[in-house]
């Protein structure tokens, strides 16, 4: 039987969802004898190229116009987009930053904190122009499944990737989603 191309990508976040894959510990050979690896933000080749994979994996939400563009990417070269954590699932931690004016939030933290030079101006940094607000990932591409947690446990990682890699869709219920 041919092995499903799998492919990962990371955007804004903490890269815990992937380490939360890691803790799979020896589950990850029982997965890598039944998947074809293709890229991963942590081996030498970064996205799928242009021939796709069948299942793609993103961690993080939509920071900027890089991870905009990756995202797009990932939806078009992956059959199945698995969208892993709650950055990527509904914005989590990137996205409490939504709550706040960040124009109003820079300019205190150039000319009103102590440390600062009461003079201190704002410097035009195009690193500085970010976007108002971040978004999830099903904000602006499709998501095929969603495996919500900060970070999901392995337990769920490990039984969304199996059934997919057995071309079956994953159930997430119970235990595999409440395990803090
Ligand atoms: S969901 Fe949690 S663990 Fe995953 S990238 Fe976001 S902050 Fe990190």
């Known amino acids: 039987m041919t092995k499903p191309k799998v492919a ?10 992937h380490m939360s894959l890691l803790d799979m510990d020896e589950r990850l050979l029982d997965i890598i004898d039944l998947v074809d690896l293709r890229a991963t933000p942590i081996t030498d080749l970064k996205h799928p190229d242009k021939d796709g994979v069948d299942v793609g994996i993103l961690e993080g939400g939509i920071n900027n116009s890089a991870n905009l563009a990756v995202a797009k990417m990932m939806r078009e070269r992956c059959k199945i987009l698995v969208a892993l954590g709650d950055c990527a699932v509904f914005g989590g931690v990137p996205a409490m930053r939504n709550f706040f004016d960040l124009d109003e ?3 205190y933290v150039y000319t009103q904190t102590m ?9 035009k940094d195009p690193e500085l122009a970010v976007p108002q607000r971040v978004q ?8 095929d499944v969603f495996v919500p947690g900060c970070p999901p446990s392995p337990d769920a990682i490990y039984h969304v990737l199996s059934e997919l890699a057995q071309g079956r869709l994953p159930n997430l219920t119970g ?5 803090h």
């Not at 990962?8 to 969802?17: E, F, K, Q, V, Y």
């Not at 999830?136 to 998501?143: Q, T």
Request: a negative charge; proline letters at 3%; charged letters at 25%.
């Open 8 to 17: 990962s990508d990371w955007l804004a976040g903490c890269s815990g969802c």
């Open 175 to 179: 235990n595999l989603l409440d395990w």
């Open 115 to 123: 440390s600062m030079d009461k003079e201190a101006i704002v410097p």
């Open 136 to 143: 999830a990932l099903s904000e602006v591409i499709k998501v």
């Open 105 to 107: 939030t820079v300019r």
